[in-house]
């Protein structure tokens, strides 16, 4: 299974929803721990990586693809 491939900024869609009701999570630190917060109601939760990447669904806004759209 091929690791999956995320970065700082990026928006992902985790497999279960917040109580606000969304299911997106914008990355806002990276290490051991990946600190995540919500595009809805903005609450941030710290969980560690490897629970992180099992919890993660897909990436839905890349941070680099949108940087590289605006350089242009």
Known sequence: MEPKQFQLGDVVQM???HPCGT???EIIRM???IRIKCVGC???VMIP???FEK???KVIRSAAREEEGSSM
């Open 55 to 57: 919890k993660m669904k």
């Open 15 to 17: 497999k279960k929803s």
């Open 42 to 44: 903005k609450h941030s």
């Open 31 to 33: 290490g051991m721990d």
């Open 49 to 51: 990586r490897a629970q």
């Open 23 to 25: 299911n997106e999570m």
